[in-house]
């Protein structure tokens, strides 16, 4: 046997095995995340998107007259209440009771490490706002009040770090494969629904979402990434195995 066999074959078995399989997968997602986020704004710094962006808020809007979003009243009400799951207070109390219910279930590495990675992701899409600097639409009225440049939506953005750390560190705790899903697909639905109701409410232009929603899945991911091998390294509270 030549003196490589050992080697390649440990290298195998590394990459091979489940764990192995795991952060390929996360670096793989994570690489195509940054890309999403890199093309988007490129095409926005060029100014490619404006007409894309224009027609698509446009299409939402009452062709006679576009202070008038499209649908009646009681979803203009509803379209509101989505997009404040995306607003500071509200994902600072989703933050406060995720945190507190990994403390009681005696996960405080946990509870610490989400509380920084939420705190981290916010501040970058608050640096990523000031770098990129972009006007929000200014040819509709706004559904609601905006403070903040455009790019990235910060909505969006911190919906997804918010609902999708949460969402995965929850399923990790959780041993029934069932349940994994659920939180996950939970998590991925109201980021989504964040992301949209911007757009509805004219407050964003939809490559500002896009962007939003491709820069946060990538600070989530690197994060998973990050507690997956802390965990293996017994660092932070293990992952519960899963069953059916």
Known sequence: MSPQAPLIDRLRERWLSRDGLGYLLLFLLIAAALWGFSEIAGVVIEGDSKSFDQTLLLSLRDAGDINDPLGPVWLEQIVRDLTALGGTLV????????????????????????????????????SLKAGFDRPRPDFLPHGDDVYTASFPSGHSMNAAIVYLSIGAILARAHRRRAVKIYLLAWAISITVLVGISRVYLGVHWPTDIAAGWTAGAAWTLLCWLLVYHLQRRRLVEREAEAVP
């Open 91 to 126: 994902l600072t109390l989703i933050t406060a009771g995720a945190v507190g219910f990994l403390l009681l279930e005696g996960k405080p590495r946990t509870a610490g490490f989400l509380l920084l990675a939420i705190i981290g992701g916010v501040t970058l899409s608050l």
